[in-house]
T-cell receptor, first 111, second 117 residues
Framework: QKEVEQNSGPLSVPEGAIASLNCTYS??????FFWYRQYSGKSPELIMS????GDKEDGRFTAQLNKASQYVSLLIRDSQPSDSATYLC???????????FGKGTTLSVSS | GAVVSQHPSWVICKSGTSVKIECRSL??????MFWYRQFPKQSLMLMAT?????????EQGVEKDKFLINHASLTLSTLTVTSAHPEDSSFYIC?????????????FGPGTRLTVL
């Protein structure tokens, strides 16, 4: 059974701080990794995708991937109260035909 | 780009009736669509995967005769919950994956909240 593990949280950070969200996965053959944000009562929205080892930056968001350690993370700089949501880590299966989702980490940013 | 719509956004029905939910990719052709269900405070649960023009593949434990999926075109997939019961009340979300480029990126619709009385 392929798995994606996330700390459920809640992760609480003050406004302006860096929030660090972590994810590990079991399928060593996975090649594609995604972070989705889900607000309460809403559907997930794609934040970032990452395919290669290293860092990928997009605005205040940085995704980090380490395939050797089977680890992917998301850093949110200058956290805002509007970033308060559940963040889902998703890993594509080896065939690239489906995504395996973690249970999500709830982030709370206090003003 | 990559917009997915769902209709209706919410529906209330009586026990025993059937409900159809539509999922459309508005600005791209979706070779594959996925249907998820999410109960309160739980993560997404994949119900089935459908490819245009072929039968859907259901996840273990999902009744294919109860949750009918049709993916008749590259922009439309439908999920019909037949003989709905209160335990089917949930948030149903579709996602779509296009052709070309990184084909494993899924874009989600806004979801349909089903309440069965």
């Amino acid at each position: 059974q392929k798995e994606v593990e996330q700390n459920s949280g809640p992760l609480s950070v003050p406004e302006g701080a860096i929030a660090s969200l972590n994810c590990t996965y079991s399928d060593r053959g996975s090649q594609s990794f995604f972070w989705y944000r889900q607000y309460s009562g809403k559907s997930p929205e794609l934040i970032m995708s990452i395919y290669s080892n290293g860092d990928k930056e997009d605005g205040r968001f940085t995704a980090q991937l380490n395939k050797a350690s089977q680890y992917v993370s998301l850093l949110i700089r200058d956290s805002q109260p509007s970033d308060s949501a559940t963040y889902l880590c998703a890993v594509a299966n080896q065939a690239g035909t489906a995504l395996i989702f973690g249970k999500g980490t709830t982030l709370s940013v206090s003003s | 780009g990559a917009v997915v719509s769902q209709h209706p956004s919410w529906v209330i029905c009586k026990s025993g009736t059937s409900v159809k939910i539509e999922c459309r990719s508005l600005d791209f052709q979706a070779t594959t669509m996925f249907w998820y269900r999410q109960f309160p405070k739980q993560s997404l649960m994949l119900m089935a995967t459908s490819n245009e023009g072929s039968k859907a593949t259901y996840e273990q434990g999902v009744e294919k005769d109860k949750f009918l999926i049709n993916h008749a075109s590259l922009t439309l997939s439908t999920l019909t919950v037949t003989s709905a019961h209160p335990e089917d009340s949930s948030f149903y979300i579709c996602s779509a994956r296009g052709a070309g480029g990184f084909t494993d990126t899924q874009y989600f619709g806004p979801g349909t909240r089903l309440t069965v009385l």
